[in-house]
């Protein structure tokens, strides 16, 4: 610190004594193991930097990421591994060691273009960096199961394009020259790396965890799911970069501190909106009100993922402006304008800590929002109603946060079809209507639940995601033969699970004569309105209606299904459903099942989606598999499109 | 009056002759739509009775000849777009050197004279330009063999100018008369387009309207035929980009760029793989050509959106030549209920787009096609000679729909309950009805 003083030493007053006798050898003292690895990256994306205007030097970071002290080289971990295989020249990069001594001592490798293992090295700290940041935001331990690893291939193919391929659990990052005659801001002829921008990082990143945690949302059974992947990751690449100091404070002093109007801020995040389209998706502070009808009229992902963007977007002005007047007034004078000229250095500090630790609460709300969620086709209605269902439980007293997200909906024509109000208690989930009993919580698998819920402990519990259904149950599908005793007592509680699942079929909206499987559960830990935790246990069931697939050559099978949540007196709180026709109208019911016309109308959506998404796809005929591939979103697709798009 | 349409076997391909006899005139009115050949169509099959590409040409030339003085004369040539596989033939300039046109009808978006169309045009030729050198490329830097991408080169070289044809069709001097008229279709201001006696009497008996229905001028449809420019792959374009009709040689085609020094390369042993890792991860990478893949088809869907749609009405049948209309096109005429109403008991039908999953809607088969013998589907397709090939095209539940309501003439098929496919000449014939007002 700059005014920090220091004191010369004081001459120590010499006394003969006796020199004491030398202690017998014993073992040295450990090193505590750090629990984060410094590295540096790239801030913003050297690629799109505005050279003739910033005249600067490209913004670096350094970003915290946990520390894995088995980490080989490549950066390869237990469940991040970057493998530098280049599919187009056929060849591996060499790989770089962050545990050399000459790397760990300089917080890994300066950014540069030039070095393959600084692309390696940048790819793994955003994408390790972002996975913990999930993980605090979900508080638990969040790993892959079966698919075991994320791999990352920073020099995959040559072609203006990223993408998260499912299948093999990557993210597939390109390289391309650019045009030598339409450069932009890029040096013509100049080769850009896709893995070198942060947004993108991040964007690709967020996909490959949303399918960790949904992995039905790859089914674009209504045209909010794939928009939903696109402004989701999107809005997560945009809180990810408020949170680089780096980026925000010269931004924040560059705009005097006003968000709404900096061109600088909203210049920034316009280009971070990597997918939902850089100039679309972040306009409406400028361009007067937003329009409610567009939201309707997008079909669309990227432009309808946009609409939500804006949304969140929108409330994070809203709840930006509220908790910085008064640090505009203190610094006005109570007048509210500021004065001419750059703005204080403390107030810019604040600022950014203000705007800092908004971007962090509405990142911790969309992440938790989670738990809520349908197990698949979910709507941006789903997900309003989620993200209030879980601040009214997080923060019971204080609703500006969620009056502003419901504002920001609803300004962009997304409210609640079947809620009364716009009313925060009507906006968020209603509880099941009737009571269910029975939940099955174990006591005795507490220690495993707390373990789960630790997110640092690199040995901490994953929850159990592995699908459960009546093959395991049957044990048709035996248990992996190394199985610990913990596994065990979770597959014991999965099978009760299925059991109560099976039970209730009825309650949860999911056809009578259909198995189900449990597609994953888990706890979650929140405080409670007295300020004490509590242990809630969140299970997806998942049916599939083979009965329901159209009589033409296609292989798609409708789904149904639920989300449970349950406290840990074994109540059921909530019951999110997606229904589907039952398989019979149940011709003795004295009352018609209420959710039958919604399970109806779903149905026939998605049957209409179906075949328009086939007829729309231009290689259907072309391809090794036709009409295999429908409704299925494909992000290498969906991102080439985009990126064509919008160079106009 | 008497209507004869002879279906040519050129293969991958579409090649189409339309003659009405009456009284009016000795020699019968000539309809001849599109000549081409797919450069991946399965090589002919001289055993199985196919003539060669050359030798059908010749055979329709001869057909068109007019016993008066031995000149070939075709009325009305139409091409209803631009790919290979519709105009090839005309790129055999010689041939047509022997031939009387009086009209050759093109799509509007071929009109020179107009610079949206030109535009459009080019932006669609330098796609595939660019994606037929990056597959090309990337291919030939991944060495190993891959159907698909083998597949989405010869759609790209499908979709490149073929020039040489167009030159036939549009110079003024590619046929035996000089100056054939060439009309655009449909013109500016006239949608729908309807060409009546007036228009047509040195063409077409009294009596037949044609009717336009596509490519639209619609700037909304028109969107779905401005393909994105694949920009990225420019690098990968050889300065000799030209490929207009003549094969390119492999050879001249770029490598892709090296994003490292060659310095930066190392054994994958240096990753310390587990046994049979590296493979899955190497597998893995067809990847590398899967964009410019999607950006062909793309491109292909684009260029069929701009095949001219032809509905002849000869008095009380209907002959519908939709050309590679696909779905934007198709859903435009479904929107439309006088389109729909006109399209109503169509008695010939072209299949659009060689049978392929979204050119000929389920409802058009339904609602629109004249049922049992009266009408006739026209499907023109060959194997190719990618490995696997298009199972697809046609597609089978499409074909047995068309089966179920009506006759199916095909040039070949893989169906073993379609009975020893017959294959020269596919000859539908019929009398129409005239007086209709």
Same mark, same amino acid.
């Given at each position: ?95 770089? $060691? ?149 980026? %925000? ?83 006005? +004078? ?90 925060? $208690? ?144 074994? /109540? ?77 | ?69 031995? /000149? ?47 535009? %459009? ?76 006696? +007036? ?47 003549? #094969? ?98 169509? #008695? ?20 629109? %096609? ?7 589907? %026209? ?26 309501? #009506? ?31």
């Amino acid at each position: 610190m700059s005014n920090s003083y220091s004191t010369e030493p004081v001459e120590a007053v010499v006394q003969q004594t006796p020199i004491p006798p030398i202690p017998a050898p014993r073992s040295l003292h450990p090193y505590r193991r750090p629990s984060r690895r410094p590295l540096q990256i790239f801030a913003l994306d050297p690629m799109r930097i505005d050279r003739g205007k910033s005249g600067r030097v490209t913004p670096r970071a350094t970003v915290y990421v946990p520390f894995e002290d088995d980490l080989k080289p490549g950066p390869r971990g237990r469940r991040i591994q970057v493998i530098d295989y280049d599919g187009v020249h056929r060849c591996y990069y060499e790989p770089i $060691d962050l545990n050399h001594a000459d790397v760990l001592i300089r917080d890994g490798l300066a950014p540069t273009e030039t070095d393959p293992r600084f692309h390696q090295q940048m790819v793994y700290a955003v994408v390790a960096g972002l996975w913990a940041d999930f993980e605090t935001a979900i508080g638990r331990r969040l790993t892959l199961g079966r698919k075991k690893f994320l791999t990352i291939f920073p020099h995959a193919f040559y072609g203006e394009n990223a993408f998260y391929d499912p299948e093999s659990s990557s993210l597939m990052f390109g390289y391309f020259r650019a045009d030598s005659t339409e450069a932009g801001t890029n040096i013509p002829g100049q080769m850009v790396f896709t893995c070198l921008s942060h947004d993108i990082i991040v964007h690709e990143t967020t996909h490959a965890l949303v399918d960790r945690l949904r992995p039905d949302f790859m089914i674009a059974s209504n045209p909010d799911v794939a928009a939903f992947h696109e402004g989701f990751a999107d809005l997560i690449a945009i809180f990810q970069h408020f949170k680089l100091q780096e980026v %925000l404070v010269p931004a924040l002093a560059d705009s005097r501190g006003d968000f709404a109007r900096s061109e600088v801020l909203l210049g920034l995040a316009r280009q971070f909106g990597y997918s939902t389209g850089g100039k679309a998706a972040l306009r409406s502070a400028e361009d007067g009100d937003p329009d409610p009808a567009k939201y309707r009229a997008s079909e669309e992902p990227h432009e309808r993922g946009a609409v939500l963007v804006r949304a969140v977007f929108d409330a994070f002005l809203s709840l930006y402006q509220q908790r910085t007047q008064d640090l505009i007034r203190l610094a006005s +004078e109570g007048t509210g304008v500021l004065r001419e000229g750059a703005l204080h250095p403390d107030l810019v500090s604040r600022l950014a800590k203000e705007a800092s630790a908004l971007a962090n609460q509405l990142f911790t709300a969309l992440m938790r929002a989670f738990d809520y969620l349908p197990p698949l086709d979910v709507t941006f209605e789903d997900f309003l109603r989620s993200i209030v269902t879980i601040d009214l439980l997080l923060s019971p007293s204080d609703d500006s946060f969620r009056v502003a997200i419901i504002e920001g909906f609803r300004k962009h024509g997304i409210y609640p079809t079947t809620a009364g109000s716009l009313g925060a $208690d009507s906006v968020a989930w209603g509880g099941p209507g009737k009571e269910i009993s029975g939940f099955p919580f174990h006591r005795g698998l507490l220690t495993d639940v707390i373990k789960s819920l630790d997110a640092i402990d690199p040995e901490g519990y994953d929850a159990v995601e592995h699908m459960y259904g009546a093959a395991e149950k049957s044990a048709s599908v035996a248990p992996p033969p190394d199985e610990d005793d913990s596994s065990k007592q979770w597959r014991t509680w999965a099978a009760e699970l299925f059991d109560f699942g099976m039970a209730h079929r009825k309650d949860f909206s999911l056809d009578e004569e259909v198995d189900i499987v449990v597609e994953g559960m888990h706890p979650t830990m929140r405080y409670r309105a007295n300020g004490r935790p509590t242990i809630d246990i969140v299970v997806r069931y998942v049916q599939s209606r083979d009965d329901l697939v159209s009589g033409d050559d296609l292989k798609f099978v409708p789904k149904g299904g639920c989300t449970v949540v349950a406290d840990s007196n074994g /109540v059921v709180r909530y019951v999110i459903t997606k229904p589907l026709p039952p398989r019979e109208t149940p011709a003795a019911e004295a009352t018609p099942l209420a959710w039958v016309p919604e399970a109806t109308r779903r149905l026939t959506d998605m049957q209409d989606r179906l075949s328009r998404s086939r007829s729309s796809d231009p290689g259907d005929s072309y391809r090794a598999e036709p009409g295999s591939q429908a409704l299925r979103i494909n992000f290498a697709l969906l991102h080439s499109d985009h990126d064509e798009g919008s160079d106009e | 009056m008497k209507i004869d349409i002879r279906m040519y076997n050129v293969g991958f391909g579409d090649c189409f002759l339309v003659s009405l006899s009456d009284a009016s005139r000795k020699r019968p009115y000539r309809m001849l739509f599109d000549c081409g050949r797919l450069a991946g169509s399965r090589q002919t099959d001289a055993a199985a009775g196919e003539k060669s590409f050359e030798a059908v040409i010749d055979e329709l030339i001869t057909d068109v000849r007019d016993p008066a003085d031995g /000149v070939s004369k075709i009325d009305v040539i139409v091409a209803t777009h631009r790919h290979r596989d519709h105009i090839h033939g005309f790129s055999l300039q010689e041939k047509w050197k022997a031939v009387e046109v009086t009209e050759v009808w093109l799509p509007w978006v071929e009109d020179p004279q107009n610079p949206f169309a030109r535009a %459009l045009v080019a932006k669609q030729e330098l796609l595939a330009n660019r994606t037929f050198h990056a597959l090309t490329a990337l291919r030939a830097a991944g060495k190993e063999s891959n159907s698909q991408a083998d597949a989405a080169i010869d759609i790209a070289y499908n979709s490149t100018s073929n020039a040489k044809a167009m030159a036939t069709l549009q110079s003024g001097n590619g046929f035996k008369n000089a100056n054939p008229r060439v009309r655009y279709l449909p013109r500016a201001g006239h949608e729908p387009e309807q060409l009546r006696n +007036e228009e047509l009497a040195h063409v077409l008996p009294k009596g037949v309207i044609v009717h336009v229905l596509g490519p639209s001028r619609d700037p909304a449809t028109i969107k779905l035929l401005d393909p994105p420019s694949g920009a990225a792959y420019e690098p990968l374009v050889p300065a000799m980009r030209s490929l207009d009709d003549t #094969t390119p040689d492999t050879a001249e085609v770029g490598a892709p760029p090296r994003p490292f020094d060659v310095a930066w390369v190392v054994d994958s042993a240096v990753y310390g793989f587990a046994e049979g890792e590296n493979a899955s991860i190497e597998k893995l990478m067809t990847t590398a050509t899967l964009e410019p893949l999607e950006l062909v088809y793309r491109l292909d869907n684009a260029i069929n959106g701009t095949s001219l749609v032809l509905l002849v009405e000869v008095g009380d049948k209907k002959l519908f030549f939709p050309g590679d209309a696909q779905w934007g096109t198709w859903k435009m005429m479904q929107d439309n209920p006088a389109t729909w109403d006109l399209l109503t008991g169509t #008695t010939v039908y072209k299949v659009g787009h060689h049978g392929s999953h979204n050119a000929t809607p389920r409802k058009f088969v339904e609602d629109c %096609l004249l049922p049992d013998t009266n009408g006739v589907a %026209l499907i023109s397709v060959a194997p190719t000679s990618y490995g696997g090939g298009w199972k697809n095209i046609p597609l089978p539940t499409l074909v047995d729909a068309l089966r179920k309501k #009506t006759k199916v003439e095909q040039t070949w098929s893989d169906d073993p309950k379609v009975a020893a496919v017959p294959y020269d000449p596919h000859v539908f014939s019929t009398t129409a009805k005239m007086g209709r007002p």
